[in-house]
């Protein structure tokens, strides 16, 4: 079984949910990566999304953008990603997603790059400018070798295509907070919780929220309705002072915060 599936059987047992954060490859180097990566484990996290760098993201705010562009900067490529990645994937306890533009995806071949996110320890990929009406040939890859293709909704999409949308994801669905990019934001819109209770009756994927979600008072409106939240922008910002700051300090801090919002997750369960 995935692992994805193995994670979300166990946290529904245990009625708890995913805590789920970004970090974008690379920036300011890999080896930062792992750290973090292990320091989030340690913290609390249940996946983790990993971002590999593209000069064009889509649907990433500044932040984000930047991170990427730092890690382009340092000549980061796909290939060292999931090179050093797989050197310590296996001895983690928690499932890797890797966030990746389609370009990616093409530039390399669908088959080749599902075998080596594969390889390299990835259990799923969320491919964020791959529409559903395209999605097909990948998803019935993925599908072959039981490597999950998370897929968008967004607060704007039509119910009939948010059906088609949820019967081809696997893993999770991605449920996005709010329209436009990425970014950390005062609120979340009340109408978000309406569009999670119509979903929970289209789908049986457990529900994931992100986009937004920077503070525990987000987490204890979500807690109740989802599955799982997602956190990228709020602890990449840290990233950007990774010039100014030792590094091992700025990873505590990362690593702070997710507890904070993994603790707020917790509560009240």
Not at 91 to 115: K, N, Q, W
Not at 142 to 160: G, H, M
Not at 227 to 238: E, H, M, N, T, W
Request: hydrophobic share 45%; glycine share 8%.
């Amino acid at each position: 079984m995935n692992p994805i599936d193995t994670l979300f059987q166990r946290l529904r047992s245990e009625k708890r949910k995913a805590f789920i954060p970004f970090i974008p490859a690379g920036d300011p180097d890999l080896d930062t990566t792992g750290a973090l990566i292990h320091e989030l484990i340690r913290r609390g996290a249940d996946l983790i999304e990993i971002g590999l760098p593209y000069s064009d993201p889509i649907a990433d705010g500044a932040v984000i953008q930047a991170s990427y562009s730092r890690a382009l900067k340092g000549r980061i490529r796909v290939d060292d990603v999931f090179a050093e990645i797989g050197r310590f994937s296996k001895a983690l306890r928690s499932p890797l997603v890797a966030m990746a533009s389609y370009s990616l995806v093409h530039h390399r071949g669908l088959d080749t790059f599902v075998e080596q996110a594969i390889s390299a320890g990835f259990s799923g990929a969320i491919v964020p400018d791959l529409p559903v009406e395209e999605a097909g040939a990948l998803a019935r890859i993925a599908a072959e070798r039981d490597f999950k293709l998370i897929q968008l909704v967004t607060p704007t999409t039509p119910r009939d295509r948010a059906r088609q949308i949820a019967r081809q994801s696997t893993g999770f669905l991605y449920c996005v907070s709010v329209a436009g990019i990425t970014g950390e934001r005062a609120e979340l819109p009340p109408q978000l919780l309406d569009q999670l209770r119509w979903l929970r009756t289209q789908t049986d994927l457990p529900l994931c929220v992100g986009f937004g979600i920077s503070k525990p008072e987000h987490v204890a409106m979500l807690r109740d309705h989802v599955d799982g939240i997602i956190v990228g922008s709020a602890l990449v910002r840290r990233l950007e002072q990774a010039g100014t700051r030792p590094i091992a300090e700025i990873i505590t801090e990362i690593g702070g915060l997710a507890r904070s919002l993994a603790w707020a997750l917790e509560s009240r369960q």
